[in-house]
């Protein structure tokens, strides 16, 4: 299994889940855990994905970001080694 992190962060809105869940769906990406938080306006969402069977993860942050653009937010997506790696303290 090939994991990864989508971090969703910005002002809360309607349809951000959905949203961003559609692209996941359309895209073959399981979603294996998911945590989100609105502190006033402020929405976090962090989830770990599967994304066996998607090589190309670029694809999928373009396509993300597209929904990041239409909704004012910022949304990363990282393959979980990669996301751990550069948060060991």
Known sequence: MR???VSVVGQDKVGIIAKVTT???ENDVNILDISQTILQDFFT???I???TG???LDRLQDLLNNVGD????KINIQLEEIFQAMHRV
């Open 54 to 56: 998607n090589e190309n």
């Open 70 to 73: 239409e909704l004012s937010l």
């Open 49 to 51: 994905v599967d994304v």
């Open 23 to 25: 692209v996941l769906s």
């Open 45 to 47: 969402m962090m989830m």
């Open 3 to 5: 994991r990864a992190v």
